[in-house]
């Protein structure tokens, strides 16, 4: 539907067509002409024409509204009188319009535009530079446009080209709305919400509040020092560490949030990757998806696995509490790293990296898997439901605690090491796969009753000191 204004100060007179397309992003072009029209019928328009500056101030009586068109063929830089409420320019030549309080519907020519106090520029179209300060209201059409706003607004960059939007007023701050491919937007200060509805664009906060409601894809965001909070839905989006604290619901699909070195926390949908920053991680899964997380180097992280589970890997020297959901949580361990694991509802596989560690699910009635370590020495700890444990080549010192718990041990796994159980009982059982039974042998000592593998393989039970608590819980298995 052609951009259309009226042509004349009355009915009958020809419309101007400011675009053969739809106009600027958010139609406030087609509403203003809309408008224009209803008030040249009702015989209250006051219109004036010009081809070159200087502008004329505009003659009209109580409850008229003015209307200028310029048409100008060459180039034009003017301030516009304040009697002029709407100003429609669609010439050729470069313009530079400077106005207060006034409401500019360019053409698709593009132009400079400054405006002042409470005011509109809605341009159809070309590429456009406004520099916006007071209350203001711009809306782009296709074009690569350039914004500097000192004030409190909605802007609305165009879906055919790319924008820079500088957002610099404090206080309150803006609505930005981002629909183009490639758009860079700064919300330096002030209270900023920027909506990401185009395609790989940049959005970069500055020391205000900055909030977010992504739908577009392939959109990164960098928080900087910016209190960043919002959703971050679409698909292939990032956010970018910052040293703000960080609060977002991610919704969308193969989304990446790297965490701040402020408190990070995420509550997620879908297959997401967060990797966390040295701030405390906070992870909610609540959809369906499987996220996958990497806790921060030296860092924090409390994790809730939702329906879809979670993969939750903790890096070194990090510190991470894991409530499980209906979904299985899959955990990795790290250098001196703690994981603790709580669930009542589904179970977990927690793995060993290299290095001391601990695995702990004594709070935990689901069953959990344990796998052991390369090196170092590992701690894992069982909780009341039926753990299995795979010891690994580390040092491995394993907790049944309640429940019907399996140790299973593997020569190719095992290597030669010296493990320890600590709590054997008549509920568990021990499998011994790749050991030659005639070459193994019991002994006992100050640690306890002690089997030696015929690999050299040991393994410890300090609760136990003869070789009858463990008869009929043990079995040799070929591989």
Known sequence: MPVTVPGG????????????????????????????????????????????????????????????????????????????DYVVPIGSG???????????????????????????????????????????????????????????????????????????????????????????????????????LGANSTIVGGTGNLTINITGTGETIMGNAANLTGTLGGSNNL???????????????????????APTTITATGNDIVFGGPGALTFVGSGAGTSTILGGAGG?????????????????????????????????????SVITFNSSLGGAYMVAGTGNETLNAAGSSA??????????????????????????ASSDTMTGNAGKDIFSFIASNTQGSHDFITDFNAEDSMFLTGFDSTKSAFSTSSQGLTLTLSDKTTITFTNLTDQGQLNGHYLYVKP
Request: aromatic share 6%; proline share 6%; net charge negative.
């Open 300 to 336: 924090t992280s409390n994790v809730t696995g939702g329906p879809g589970g979670v993969v939750y890997s903790s890096n070194s020297a990090n510190n991470a509490t894991v409530t499980g959901g209906t979904g299985t949580s899959t955990l990795f361990g790290g250098a001196g």
């Open 367 to 392: 069953a959990v898997t344990f796998g052991g370590g390369l090196s170092g020495a590992v701690s894992m700890v069982g909780g009341s439901g039926a753990d299995v444990f795979f010891p690994g």
């Open 239 to 261: 956010i970018w560490p910052g040293s703000g604290p960080m609060n977002v619901t991610v919704t969308g699909t193969n989304d990446t949030v790297v965490g701040s070195t």
């Open 94 to 196: 470069p313009t530079t319009l400077t106005g207060h309080d006034v409401v500019i519907i360019p053409g698709t020519v593009g132009g400079t535009f400054n405006v002042s106090g409470n005011s509109t520029v809605a341009p159809n179209g070309g590429n456009n530079t406004v520099n916006a300060t007071g209350t203001y209201v711009l809306s782009f059409g296709p074009g690569d446009n350039f914004i500097i706003a000192d004030g409190t607004g909605t802007i609305a960059t165009g879906n055919d080209g790319a924008s820079t939007v500088t957002a610099i007023g404090e206080g309150q701050g803006n609505l930005i709305q981002s629909f183009g491919t490639g758009d860079l937007i700064n919300a330096v200060l002030g209270n900023n919400t920027v909506e990401g």
């Open 9 to 84: 100060p009355s009915v009958g007179s020809p419309n101007i067509t400011l675009s053969l397309g739809t106009g600027d992003v958010l139609l406030l072009a087609q509403q203003i002409g809309a408008l224009l029209s209803s008030i040249q019928g009702a015989g209250d328009l006051v219109f004036d024409s010009v081809t070159g500056g200087p502008l004329p101030n505009g003659f009209f009586g109580p409850g008229s509204t003015s209307e200028l068109v310029i048409n100008n063929p060459d180039s034009l830089n003017a301030t516009i009188p304040g009697t002029w």
